[in-house]
């Protein structure tokens, strides 16, 4: 299928209108957790003339690989535990970065490039983009672009909304900036369970092409995320599955 194809399983708000070729979208939106609205609106609005960007929640493979991404930083709370777990552990990750963040951190950010862990926008300051003007949707992909290329060299491929929600300007932008929408199909609950309960739920769960998400910034419960992460990536590989970037997953 061509990279620039619309993948069944994305979703927009009922109400978007397409006519004459080009959509118009109201503000409204579809919450990635939100499956039942997400299957109607990919099958009632799932026209390549919408957007003609990947939306992603796992890889079509039938080969045994998770690619584990983490949300929302660099923080110096968390990253950098994290990065220590996964040099020692000799996996590579995806991290989805706020550009404000990128801009405070600096060293931090160039440790995950340092790790060869992949980089993807998450936006410039985790703004929660269905309810946001085009213009300012287009600016906090920009900036962290800008960001992330000054820093590394590299211009990053991947975008995920902050907090899953997917509006018809976001998809109009990514489209625009020739981004594929990356979401997830499984995700660590830290509030939910302790890391035992989080290895189990993964574990119970995992299936070839899974996107894991993780978070290495936020309130204390992700620090139950963090002590999982150890003995989730020997379960993980106890079963066969080999950890890879969100861009390898999807080549695969």
């Not at 997400?38 to 099958?43: G, I, L, V, W």
């Not at 600096?106 to 269905?130: C, V």
């Amino acid at each position: 299928m061509d990279r620039r194809s619309f993948l069944k399983g994305a979703g927009i708000s009922a109400g978007a209108v397409v006519a004459g070729g080009a959509a118009t979208v109201p503000r409204q939106w579809v919450s990635h957790d939100d499956i039942d609205n997400r299957t109607y609106a990919n099958e009632r609005f799932g026209d390549p003339r919408l957007t003609e960007t990947r939306v992603i929640w796992k890889a079509p493979t039938t080969e045994k690989l998770i690619a584990l991404t983490f949300d929302d930083g660099p923080m110096p709370k968390y990253t950098p535990q994290i990065l220590d777990i996964l040099a020692a552990k000799k996996v590579r990750a995806t991290f989805m970065v706020v550009g404000e963040r990128v801009e405070a951190n600096p060293d931090l950010f160039r440790r995950e490039m340092a790790g060869k862990h992949e980089i993807g926008n998450h936006t410039w300051t985790h703004q929660n983009l269905p309810f946001a003007e085009r213009g300012v949707v287009e600016r906090e992909m920009r900036r962290t672009d800008e960001i992330v290329e000054r820093l590394s060299g590299t211009r990053p491929t991947l975008f995920r909304p902050p907090r899953g929600c997917i509006s018809g300007d976001c998809l109009t932008v990514a489209s625009r900036l020739e981004y594929d929408v990356l979401m997830w199909s499984l995700r660590l609950h830290e509030a939910a369970f302790d890391a035992a309960g989080n290895v189990a739920h993964v574990t119970d769960n995992l299936v070839p092409g899974t996107v894991l998400l993780a978070h290495d910034y936020g309130d204390a419960s992700r620090a139950v995320g963090l002590r999982a992460l150890p003995d989730l990536i020997d379960a993980v590989r106890d079963r066969g599955y080999e950890f890879v970037t969100a861009s390898e997953l999807l080549q695969a």
